[in-house]
């Protein structure tokens, strides 16, 4: 079975899994495989068989704070005088939704002091590599591994020298040697010291070893007259760095590009009170367009009439009828990407009513119909300002595929994006969603239709697949626009 690691347990809990471990002479991990291979049994133990002490852990903290910890650090404090420098460096942690649990060197505790750090962090301050209270289920492993990152802040020279070595001769260096995260470091020593050619093959060594370093800067030193590059990074750049470390900026393969959505029905008026419409939601165009907006896409959204927020960075232009969506989308060229996912009204009535129409005696009054403009037709066939890459719907409730080959050949669109909206499916109004995405082999050059069939997904994994295949496309030198 794999290794369990488990995460966010308040200190009542870890207390009691470490206490009836040690009573059982089993690790940590091992008890809890125990306690649930025991209840999957229905043989479980009861829950305390021993005093539990109440939890300590940050909970208050972060309850008067309304802040809910995302990611974890191990902050290791080295022995210098930047040290002090340290007690910030955990606040501005906090700031950013981090938890920090902290090591202090036997050095570093000449700087400051474990109540100190503890009051800062909320969490116990972890000193010894022999600690009875900690050590008799290999707490220094759990220290290493059971967060997200590990930061040592002031990195020694002493200290990286071991870590580049390999030593482990104490709780700090046991931590870096045994953990499997990535580790930012942020050096701090006398210029001198920096510059020593031990100093520089250890670094060297380090950031062969995949560790990140930030700084140091320069400046004046603690030493009086001394100046030079050691100064440990300020706090603020500290966790900064180890921000971007933690949450990674999402890659922006849309950035740059301007897309074109529509999405939702639209409704075509009879009378002042009446009106044409269908069962369209709008949620798959709205997760289009939010999921294109993620990937860094600047987007405009026509929308018909929906009930649902707009997405958060997008442009939304909110319209009633068909001929109202198509003049917003041609006011909203030119595009790089147009994705029409809007469910169009085929007909509207030739005479809207401009006063509610009555039942009469004559029986119902006539109503005439007359086409709506094709907006994929009209955008997929435009001689200037077409978007490279069109985009069509295709709600079918039988032969699926043959209708949107159908469909895709009579509009002239480069996809189309085919569902099945047969009332046992639930599509419309829905939450989930199946699509085949229906495209011509080769840019169309040999007239072959490839069908690519996606199961069964949320509106949003739709979306975030559609605008994946979308954001390889506009590189793929084979797409060439509809002729």
């Not at 040690?22 to 690790?27: F, G, L, T």
């Not at 100046?227 to 603020?236: H, K, L, N, V, Y």
């Not at 301007?258 to 939601?281: F, K, M």
């Amino acid at each position: 079975m794999a290794s369990l690691t488990i995460r966010k347990l308040d200190d009542a809990v870890k207390t009691y899994l470490r206490l009836r471990s040690a009573k059982n002479r089993r690790s940590v991990e091992e008890e809890v495989r125990v306690i649930l291979r025991e209840l999957i049994e229905g043989r479980e133990e009861p829950l305390t068989p021993f005093a539990v002490p109440p939890a300590t852990s940050s909970a208050p903290a972060l309850q008067r704070t309304g802040a809910v910890p995302e990611a974890s650090v191990t902050l290791i404090i080295g022995g210098g005088i930047a040290a002090y420098k340290s007690l910030d460096l955990i606040r501005r942690l906090k700031e950013r939704r981090v938890e920090v649990r902290c090591v202090l060197t036997k050095a570093a505790q000449q700087f400051v002091t474990p109540l100190a750090v503890s009051a800062l962090s909320h969490e116990r301050v972890y000193t010894d590599l022999f600690d009875p209270q900690s050590e008799f289920d290999a707490g220094h492993i759990r220290l290493a591994r059971d967060c997200d990152l590990v930061v040592v802040a002031p990195a020694t020279a002493d200290l990286m020298a071991k870590m580049a070595n390999g030593h482990a001769d104490d709780l700090a260096s046991a931590v870096l040697l045994a953990t499997n995260r990535k580790v930012l470091l942020a050096p701090a020593m006398n210029p001198l010291m920096w510059t020593n050619a031990a100093t520089r093959r250890n670094v060297a060594q380090l950031q062969r070893d995949g560790v990140v370093l930030i700084g140091p800067n320069s400046g004046e030193m603690a030493e009086a007259g001394e100046a030079g590059t050691g100064r440990m990074s300020e706090a603020i750049e500290i966790a900064a760095a180890a921000e971007r470390l933690l949450r990674p900026p999402v890659p922006k393969p849309l950035a740059g590009k301007r897309v074109l959505i529509t999405a939702g029905p639209t409704h075509e008026p009879i009378d002042p009170v009446r009106y044409i419409a269908n069962r369209s939601s709008g949620k798959q165009g709205f997760a289009i367009a939010a999921a294109a907006q993620a990937a860094g896409a600047e987007v405009i959204l026509v929308s018909g009439p929906v009930d649902l927020g707009d997405p958060q960075g997008v442009t939304v232009k909110h319209v009633e009828s068909a001929r109202q969506m198509l003049e917003q989308v041609q006011a909203a060229l030119p595009a790089d990407i147009a994705i029409f996912a809007a469910a169009v009204a085929d007909w509207r009535v030739a005479n809207e009513g401009e006063q509610k129409l009555k039942k009469t005696a004559a029986g119902m009054p006539p109503l005439q119909l007359i086409e709506n403009p094709d907006i994929l037709a009209t955008i997929s066939k435009l001689t200037d300002k077409r978007p490279p890459l069109v985009i069509g719907f295709a709600a079918e409730t039988e032969h699926l595929i043959d209708n949107a080959k159908s469909k895709l050949a009579r509009k002239g669109c480069d996809w189309i994006v085919a569902n099945d909206v047969s009332p046992a499916t639930g599509v419309m109004g829905g939450d989930r969603n199946t699509v085949h995405l229906i495209s011509r082999k080769n840019g169309g050059k040999d007239g072959e239709i490839a069908v690519d069939s996606w199961p069964v997904m949320t509106k949003e994994q739709v979306a975030i697949e559609l605008v994946a295949h979308v954001a390889r496309s506009v590189t793929d030198k084979s797409l060439e626009p509809a002729s």
